[in-house]
């Protein structure tokens, strides 16, 4: 069973930063495989991203995904303020990692 | 519009059983990976199970092997999970899911509350 590891558990930036997330997989996987999420409070997750760096249809160009193997990464290039929310990465339409909580600083 | 509308959640005592089902809609069910996915309080999501299309392939997380069941009813559009045993650590909100992008998840339920005391 692949485990992702997601980093920063908490990333504490302002509105126009740029945000990047972290997330490791403990063994080496396809790029077909890795999506990411958003979600905020009182809301189901949404698409961003798959395939490691396909935006999802509406995702705004700010978003960007890259990486192989077995380390991956999120780039929010300028912060916007609805941008606040918990990240996730998951592998193969299954196991998530554990989140990246990205607040307001 | 793809729509996924869970129902079946409630209060059960430590050892019960539930069984959540899924009615979708807006998409043709038949042709897609589903799943359940579970989102417990103060955690982050975990992936419980998925099936693909004619139930021939089955996946779950190792911590409901041999508790939960997913199944599906493609001529009534309808997933399905069948939990027994339940403890709880099972206590969570169940999101219904679809891929309709090859391993990635398009579209979720608005969840229905398991609570397991």
């Known amino acids: 069973e692949i485990v992702l590891t997601q980093s920063p558990g908490t990333l504490s930036l302002s509105p126009g930063e740029r945000a990047t997330l972290s997330c490791r997989a403990s063994?080496?996987?396809?790029?077909?495989?890795l999506a990411w999420y958003q979600q905020k409070p009182g809301q189901t997750p949404r698409l961003l991203i798959y395939g490691t760096s396909t935006r999802a249809t509406g995702i705004p160009d700010r978003f960007s995904g890259s990486g192989s193997g077995t380390d991956f990464t999120l780039t929010i290039s300028r912060l916007e303020p609805e941008d606040f929310a918990v990240y996730y990465c998951q592998h193969h339409g299954s196991s998530f990692g554990q989140g990246t909580k990205l607040e307001i600083k | 519009e793809v729509q996924l509308v869970e129902s079946g959640g409630g209060l059960v005592q430590p050892g019960g059983s539930l069984r959540l089902s899924c009615a979708a809609s807006g998409f043709t069910f038949s042709t897609y990976w589903m799943a359940w996915v579970r989102h417990a309080p103060g955690k982050g999501l975990e992936w419980v199970a998925n099936l693909n299309k004619d139930e021939s392939e089955k996946h779950y997380v190792g911590s409901v092997k041999g508790r939960f069941t997913i199944s599906r009813d493609n001529a009534k559009s309808s997933l399905y999970l069948q939990m027994n045993n339940l403890r709880a650590d099972d206590t969570a909100v169940y999101y219904c899911?679809?891929?309709?992008?090859?391993?990635?998840?398009?579209?979720w339920g608005q969840g229905t509350l398991v609570t397991v005391s």
């Open positions: 063994q080496s996987i396809s790029s077909s495989q």
């Open positions: 899911v679809t891929y309709r992008i090859m391993a990635a998840i398009t579209d």
